[in-house]
């Protein structure tokens, strides 16, 4: 266990940090209008939720709704109550969990791995794609991922010295986490049942914790709701996700690998580097490792895949490759080709809006522009800061490529995606009409959405046909059209 002082270079460290983060995860956040059908989803669950005053039952539209459990719900629901904006106050609480939880993570992996190692893993993990990616979207996937990966950290003096002063709080979070998405977490923290002293989790001051947390909202609910949201949440949500393809997320075992990499992005070459290292001479790194794969298998194996269900492992593949990186003899190479992988942003941007429509396999192919000359100079400026021993200056200019790539990326991006994927702007030109309009064959992403932003649901133009109707367009989306 590292126990030196912080280096006086951490202030100064952190007045480039800090206007990162805000570049990174709150600079235009309400830029496009929700998305998919999930983001508008969960926020009129919330927003029912604040209106009503009932933070119990989840309701959709008048009509119980167990699809998930009610941390996200909550979190959201306060900011409708605080008055934050349509887009904000479902968008907000994935940001501040991000952030928080890379406080949290530096804090720790400090404690146990140096200074150097817990800034480079920070910056690794903060500045990978589908981490920020999530952070920037009202669902699930990363209040989940920060209370699960905070109690696995916070077991972590327990794994090393069998510390066990820490449990009681990793219980706590394990309760968020249960709170967050059902029983997932306890399936994802297969890597603390593989010592003998895993007895030291079922002594009362751990279980009382992880009960007072998790149990009040899942026992009020059944006490509302009875066996219907017993059959629901459990029975079809979770066991019917690993088997049965009838939600209609079936994808091949080997799904999560491209996901992986793409998701590391722009850090992907580092899993070369990480899987060079012998881990098991230190059983927090076979701790780290056994966490990337539970958490990679188990969802692998489910019939049902969805490319944020991996990123609680993230945190886990991020110590990994900074504890690698801090101890290679020489990372100029390997910190150069994450440099020119920065070009993903800018080509992203041109391509984004296309394949969220369409599929990706239907966006045209990017035209090279100036700016992919960018993540040349940052490779080469990571090479020579490198060189110079000043290990954490190159990857924090790395890092700062990515966050002028994803804030290039909101800029360019954002504007076409409201304009095609999002109903908000739909909704802009239905205005006041509401009472005249109807919604046609089109895809749930825009009922959804329509229904969020109309805050009464617009009827179904098959029960109750109008004069003007959603309906699908050619090229993909959803258009207003008078229909005699």
Known sequence: MHTERVPRKIPRLLWVVLPLAYLVYFYDLSATGLLGPDEPRYASIAREMARSGDWITPRLWGAPWFEKPALLYWLSGLGFRLGLGTELAPRLPGALAAVGFLAFYW?????????????????????????????????????????????????????????????????????????????????????????????????????????????????????????????????????????????????????????????????????????????????????????????????????????????????????????????????????????????????????????????????????????????????????????????????LAVAAGAALGMAYLKTVATPELDRHVSARGLWGEIGGRAGEICIGSVKRDWRYGLNYYSVTPLPDCEKQPKALQVLPSPGGGAHLESVP
């Open 107 to 395: 804090w720790t992996l400090r404690r146990e791995f140096g200074c150097r190692a817990a800034w480079l893993a920070s910056l690794i993990l903060g500045s990978s794609g589908m981490w920020v990616a999530y952070s920037q979207n009202g669902v699930t996937d990363l209040p989940l991922t920060a209370t699960f990966s905070a109690a696995m950290l916070l077991a972590l003096p327990w794994v090393a010295r069998r510390d066990t002063r820490q449990l009681p709080a990793a219980a706590a979070m394990f309760g968020f986490a249960v709170l967050a998405k059902g029983l997932v977490p306890l399936a994802l923290a297969a890597p603390l049942l593989m010592g003998r002293h895993v007895r030291d989790w079922l002594h009362w001051r751990v279980v009382a914790p992880f009960l007072l947390v998790a149990l009040p909202w899942y026992a009020l609910c059944y006490w509302r709701n009875g066996w219907t949201f017993i059959h629901e949440f459990f029975v079809v949500q979770h066991f019917s996700r690993v088997t049965s393809p009838a939600l209609m997320h079936g994808r091949p075992v080997w799904f999560y690998l491209p996901v992986l990499v793409v998701g590391l992005l722009p850090w992907t070459p580092l899993l070369g580097l990480a899987a060079g290292r012998r881990v098991f001479r230190d059983s927090r790194r076979v701790f780290l490792a056994v966490w990337v794969l539970a958490v990679l298998v188990l969802f692998s194996i489910s019939i049902n895949k969805m490319p944020g269900y991996i990123l609680p492992l993230l945190p886990a593949a991020a110590a990994l490759m900074a504890l690698a990186l801090d101890e290679a003899a020489d990372a100029r190479a390997w910190l150069a080709a994450c440099a020119l992988l920065l070009v993903a942003f800018p080509i992203t941007a041109q391509v984004l809006p296309a394949a969220v429509l369409n599929g990706l396999s239907r966006a045209s192919y990017p035209a090279f522009q100036p700016v992919w000359l960018a993540a040349v100079a940052l490779a080469l400026a990571a090479w020579l800061l490198e060189a110079r021993g000043k290990r954490v200056a190159a990857v």
